[in-house]
């Protein structure tokens, strides 16, 4: 993508220059031609040097005086309408000039040429981000506040000025740019080494997949999280080998099937996302009969959760129109009204409902339908959509039991697929055990290390841990054990419980700590505080490292040697 703003100025001001040109020219040229009178009272002609000499300070209303002799009535006539001509020039040029700098497409071409200097300057990793909302915004912070730079596509002027006004530090460049064509993802930065991801969580499918295909072609090794809202989309992502694909609608179901047959699973995901600790209570999802207000993709992929885990649900649709995409399975389901009206909600069986699930796409709909519920069924349990973060006030202070928000699964499983991949992968792992198998998991975090564990990720490498890659790269042995020895006392072993052991496509999930590391290994490690401040020596400190393998001091004089 080159930058045209010289080519604006020359074409912006090609006419004042040419009217400036013009009019010293004229005032020259009559000077050089018009007799005037030495101090001996003899005739002599102006030399072009000092014509143009007095004509630059008459034009710009300096005024030096009469050189080199005063002059005759005939040359200050002259003078007089050179003076209004050349004046009346440059107030043309200095117009024309001011309208330059206010002019919106040289501004984008300066604003373009600034985004292109900061991308080549841009020597840490970052990820594009395509669009700034409230979705990306949080996934900028956290991308941030995890050492990972972010450059931002977005084609409204007004939420670029709401990004500069936001002050991230360091510094967030942005591009003006109404496309998402293969030049404007290359000048983002797409191609070069340290880029690491793109993330696009446009509404337009068809427009992801596109952006999916570009990137890909421009840098195989780039990671794309990209949004799906339909199954066949998400199949068409994975043959263009898309890396993240995050359809909300599918996640939440999911989570509400996980939470009515294996709640403690739900429990660890809500733990890997920072939403909750492990202390935190189970999720009260009763079996029964369950009534769905809204059956949009959100209320389909819910719909077919229950019906696969043979739960007893009622639809509710507002939109007729409707009737002509569904099946016979879901039309024996469902009824059309409007879902707050209470006689609708009695006939479908609202006083024997254990749960009422509020989907559609209205925030205000779905606080009204849940308050009606209530009125009818004090017991029940209530389940909602939030659609707009604005509205995330309101929804708190409703009473819900549930609250489910789209945007923010979109921003939990973005961020923590790209700022923290092993634990992604823990996740997609922990997803195919079993509720008895996770409850053990969940008691023994807490017993080992408490009700709010951090995570650790360690690669094997000569970057993140060079101490022990250079130990094994002489073909010696190390255990996953060592990374649990406490730096006070080696006898002693720190609060960790190692969660996944990575080593190139096979995964170890909840390895033995007398598995053996090698390197490359990808490692995810649960701990406290003072245990990850103690693997990071260990990883990093050759004195550390030589305490917790050997269970003595290193000398200053053997440094280096092992």
Same mark, same amino acid.
């Given at each position: ?12 001001? @090609? ?43 008459? $034009? ?17 006539? %002259?003078?007089?309408? =050179? ?6 020039? %440059?107030?043309?040029? !200095? ?73 991230? #530090?360091? #510094? ?22 340290? =880029? ?18 570009? $990137? ?60 909750? &600790?492990? &202390? ?12 769905? =207000? ?32 569904? #099946? ?146 002489? &073909? ?26 990575? @080593?190139? &496509? ?20 649960? *701990? ?10 260990? *990883?990093?400190? !050759? ?20």
């Amino acid at each position: 993508m080159r930058n045209n703003s010289l080519f604006i100025i020359l074409q912006k001001m @090609r006419k004042p220059f040419l009217v400036i040109l013009i009019t010293y020219a004229i005032s020259i040229l009559g000077f050089l031609f018009i007799e005037g009178r030495d101090s001996s009272g003899n005739v002599y002609n102006m030399s072009i040097f000092d014509a143009f000499y007095f004509v630059t300070y008459t $034009a710009t209303t300096i005024g030096f005086g009469e050189i080199p002799y005063p002059f005759t009535y005939p040359q200050r006539v %002259w003078v007089t309408f =050179c003076t209004y001509l050349t004046v009346l020039g %440059w107030f043309y040029s !200095i117009g024309s000039l001011v309208s330059l700098f206010r002019d919106d497409l040289f501004l984008q071409e300066i604003e373009k040429a600034k985004f292109l200097r900061q991308i080549k300057n841009l020597n840490e990793k970052f990820i594009v981000v395509l669009g700034y909302n409230q979705i990306t915004k949080k996934i900028i912070k956290k991308a941030l506040a995890q050492g990972l730079r972010t450059v931002v596509i977005e084609k409204d002027k007004m939420k670029i000025n709401d990004l500069i006004l936001e002050n991230f #530090t360091p #510094t967030v460049p942005v591009l003006y740019s109404e496309t998402y064509s293969v030049k404007v993802l290359e000048a983002a930065g797409l191609k070069k080494r340290n =880029c690491k991801a793109i993330v696009s969580l446009l509404d337009n499918d068809a427009l992801n997949l596109k952006i999916t295909l570009i $990137a890909k072609a421009l840098n195989k090794n780039v990671k794309v999280a990209v949004k799906s809202t339909t199954s066949t989309h998400t199949e068409n992502l994975k043959d263009l080998d898309a890396d993240v694909i995050v359809n909300p609608f599918s996640i939440i179901s999911s989570e509400i099937s996980l939470a009515l047959w294996a709640p403690n699973i739900f429990k660890l995901e809500k733990w890997l996302y920072g939403i909750d &600790n492990l &202390n935190a209570a189970l999720p009260i999802f009763p079996k029964g009969l369950y009534i769905i =207000c809204g059956y949009g993709r959100m209320g389909k992929k819910i719909f077919e959760k229950l019906s696969d885990n043979n739960v007893d649900v009622k639809l509710i649709e507002m939109d007729k129109k409707k009737d002509v995409e569904l #099946t016979k399975k879901e039309m024996e389901h469902l009824i059309f009204g409007n879902a707050d009206d209470k006689e609708l909600l009695i006939n479908v069986g609202i006083k024997d409902a254990r749960v009422v699930v509020a989907v559609t796409d209205d925030d205000t709909t779905n606080l009204s339908i849940l308050a009606t519920a209530r009125k009818l069924n004090s017991k029940i349990i209530t389940i909602v959509r939030e659609n707009d973060l604005a509205d995330d006030f309101l929804f708190r202070n409703a009473n819900i039991d549930h609250i489910f928000t789209p945007s923010k699964i979109l921003v939990n499983k973005v961020t923590n697929a790209l700022v923290n991949p092993l634990s992604d992968k823990f996740l997609k792992q922990i997803l195919k055990q079993d509720n008895n198998w996770a409850s053990k998991l969940v008691a023994r975090l807490v017993k080992e290390i408490g009700i709010n564990p951090l995570l650790v990720e360690i690669e094997i490498n000569n970057i993140i841990a060079p101490q022990i890659y250079a130990y094994l790269k002489e &073909n010696k042995d190390l255990s996953l054990s060592l990374l649990a020895t406490s730096l006070h006392n080696k006898e002693q072993q720190n609060n960790v419980v190692p969660l996944l052991l990575q @080593r190139e &496509n096979d995964i170890i999930l909840l390895p033995e700590w007398e598995n053996d590391i090698k390197i490359g290994d990808k490692i995810l490690l649960a *701990c406290d505080e003072h245990a990850k401040d103690d693997i990071e020596y260990i *990883c990093e400190n !050759i004195y550390e490292f030589y305490y917790a393998l050997t269970g003595k001091e290193k000398q200053t004089i053997l440094k280096g040697i092992i």
